[in-house]
């Protein structure tokens, strides 16, 4: 896998509401690869990911991101979506062709298709027509990854996509997180379960008294590395 | 049998006045509800009131001018109502207040500012049209005004449409794909001060919110799909309309609370009967069996 990296940062520094959470932050993300984001609670790491999808701007330093802005993909913890509006799976899932057919362009056949290809990938072909409320935790997250390849993202980053969901979820969404990093995406996961961690990624990056640590995925057992975060940690 | 139908039904549109005001009813009807639908699922219901309010500065500013002319009134209504709700966008963004909470403090400026202006240059009497419109005074010129606004509504709205539903569901997710997300929710104000100055001179500016707001809460009774929501308000919207002219022919009523009420009946109604978060609904509590597939 040889891809030009897309993502990377210099000597970031960045701040929440005039106070320095990060600083002196370097590195790069590699394209084709799954850098897992960990650190403990307050570490900064849902701050790093605003400023990734460039939300928040840095005091000095700066994110060089080459991928294009629709091609972007951000599922924050906490979901700006709104779960009483009458939307189907199906719905939800076909949005992600924006880049491709922004407010006016109608959907052919043939992206229906793919839509339907994808929801059986992810197992949420039976649920396609059901409203976005009456689902659970798992299956809202798999149609929200469902949106994000449809989007045909090329680079993820996803803040805590694990929590509070089934496991057969995590089952069938590591494998296909993992095939999007074999397609050339850069894949940024925030975790805390250290078994996810090793399924999933290629690279870490931890977050620790507002400096960042670079660290290879088997490097990453000890639990004193999230001082806090201890509960999945301490399992490792 | 056909007599009676014919003398309550058909008779009535012999009058051209009652013609003028069905066709300018029914436009209306066809482009109010829709934006209504997107309000309610918002959670921005109370806003189309807000905005009925902001418009009357402006339109007494047109009556001053330019005496009982439809257009000047309209465009100074259009103008105001634009003006604060850009206003009370700025200073939501300025200070971090809601912007519910800016648009309330507009909105009441705005209507003591309207009173005002319409006390200071008319008699009471002008003021009760402004307020409560009068259905049956529109003339062609007025006609040809509500058809085009209405006609505008609804092509600008089928523009936007899928930029306004991604909005709704998801604003990140729109600013992340297109760079003028933020046009969106403007252009939705817009239309929504259009149609309220479109509404003013049928039902006046306080009951012009009728007709946009109770079908589209009547019709969540009724359906739970965006489609189904929009066609239902809009049939709705359109035999409240003309019924409530009718019954305001035939009972010597006010045509522009007759309107309202007949709403507000099949709002009524819908909440003891409907198919979805009525009061039947709750009795009923059918189960659909497990499919298995």
């Not at chain 2, 609804?154 to 003028?180: M, N, Y």
Request: charged share 15%; proline share 4%; with cysteine.
């Amino acid at each position: 896998m040889s891809h030009e990296a897309k993502l990377r940062l210099y000597n970031l520094h960045l701040a929440q509401a005039r106070r320095s959470v990060l600083e002196g932050l370097e590195g790069t993300f590699a394209s084709g690869a799954v850098t897992a984001l960990i650190g403990a609670n307050g570490a900064g790491k849902s701050t790093l990911v605003q400023a990734l999808m460039g939300e928040l701007r840095p005091l000095s330093g700066k994110v060089e991101c080459h991928v294009p802005k629709a091609r972007r993909a951000w599922l924050p913890q906490q979901l700006a979506l709104d779960l009483s509006f009458p939307m189907s799976v199906e719905e939800l899932v076909m949005t992600g062709s924006w880049p491709s057919h922004g407010a006016l362009k109608g959907y052919c056949a043939a992206h229906y298709r793919r839509g339907r290809e994808i929801m059986t990938r992810l197992g949420i072909s039976t649920v396609a027509h059901r409203p976005l409320g009456e689902l659970s935790g798992g299956q809202r997250q798999r149609a929200l990854i469902g949106r994000t390849l449809m989007q045909e993202a090329e680079l993820l980053l996803l803040d805590e996509p694990f929590a509070n969901v089934d496991s057969e979820t995590v089952d069938i969404l590591i494998p296909i997180i993992r095939q999007m990093a074999d397609d050339g995406a850069t894949i940024i996961v925030v975790l805390h379960d250290m078994d996810h961690l090793k399924r999933l990624a290629d690279a870490v990056l931890l977050l620790r008294d507002g400096c960042s640590h670079w660290l290879a995925p088997d490097g990453v057992v000890a639990p004193s590395h999230l001082s806090t975060g201890g509960r999945h940690a301490g399992l490792a | 049998m056909l007599d009676l139908l014919n003398a309550w039904l058909v008779a009535p549109f012999d009058y051209g006045f009652m013609r003028r005001a069905v066709v300018g009813g029914l436009a209306l009807s066809l482009a109010a509800p829709p934006l209504g639908v997107f309000l309610v699922l918002r959670g921005m219901s109370l806003i189309g009131d807000a905005m009925a309010h902001a418009i009357l500065p402006g339109v007494a500013l047109g009556f001053l001018v330019a005496g009982f002319s439809l257009p000047m009134m309209s465009l100074g209504g259009v103008l105001f109502g634009l003006a604060v709700a850009l206003l009370a966008g700025a200073v939501s963004k300025m200070g971090g207040q809601r912007e519910d909470a800016a648009m309330a403090s507009f909105f009441i400026i705005s209507l003591a500012a309207g009173v005002m202006l319409i006390s200071l240059g008319g008699s009471s009497v002008d003021l009760t049209h402004v307020l409560f419109g009068s259905v049956l005074a529109i003339n062609s010129t007025a006609l040809v005004l509500i058809t085009t606004i209405s006609s505008a509504i609804v092509i600008t709205l089928a523009v936007i449409f899928r930029a306004l539903v991604v909005e709704c569901l998801d604003p990140l997710f729109l600013r992340g794909q297109s760079r003028r997300s933020g046009w969106v929710h403007s252009v939705f104000l817009g239309l929504l001060v259009l149609n309220l100055t479109a509404g003013f001179q049928t039902l006046g500016t306080l009951m012009a919110v009728g007709l946009m707001m109770l079908p589209a809460t009547t019709a969540r009774f009724w359906s739970k799909r965006l489609e189904g929501l929009m066609g239902i308000a809009v049939v709705l919207a359109m035999l409240s309309s003309t019924g409530g002219l009718l019954l305001s022919f035939h009972l010597d009523l006010p045509s522009g609370p007759s309107i309202i009420l007949l709403a507000g009946a099949g709002y009524f109604f819908s909440a003891v009967c409907g198919r979805y978060h009525s009061l039947a609904a709750r009795w009923r509590r059918k189960v659909t069996p497990l499919v298995h597939d």
